[in-house]
């Protein structure tokens, strides 16, 4: 008997097999070369989580569709939200990457870069993380869209 989450995935393995080949084909030694990973670091107590910290890089796995601007809008405050967040948590954030798994594509930013290009002027990380805190510490109290987890706690509180 064959349940319905196994025949799924028995349906997923063509297109699952080429993102394997994709990764083990130099993605994960690129990866790999970035330090240690932390998988899915809880950033702010739980309120964000990135998908791995390695060393002082933020990295973003995306399997996913990347040809609409609000799509990669959407990619960018996530990342710099990330970036944010892990220096406001006492994570200095050196680098980004993001592996698109869809196109085979590894992109790395300098944080300092992504941040200062995004607010048009020099950027503090530390003090624009410690806003963002603010803000979505804020919004929970508000029970606003940026709570995390169950009843507008973090995950890790929940």
Known sequence: ???TGQLDLWRA???L???WRSYCGGFREALRSYGPADPAPA???GYRHADLIMGSTVGEVKTGRMDQPEYVDALFT???TYILLACHDGRPINDVVVYLARYGVLIRYLGQDLL???AGRQADAV???SELAAVIRASETLGG???PGAGGRPAAAA
């Open 1 to 3: 008997m064959v349940r």
């Open 13 to 15: 393995r063509p297109a």
């Open 17 to 19: 097999r080429i993102y």
């Open 43 to 45: 950033l702010l107590g």
């Open 78 to 80: 996530q990342l710099l």
């Open 116 to 118: 200062e290009e995004t």
């Open 127 to 129: 003090a624009a993380g």
């Open 145 to 147: 869209v940026c709570s």
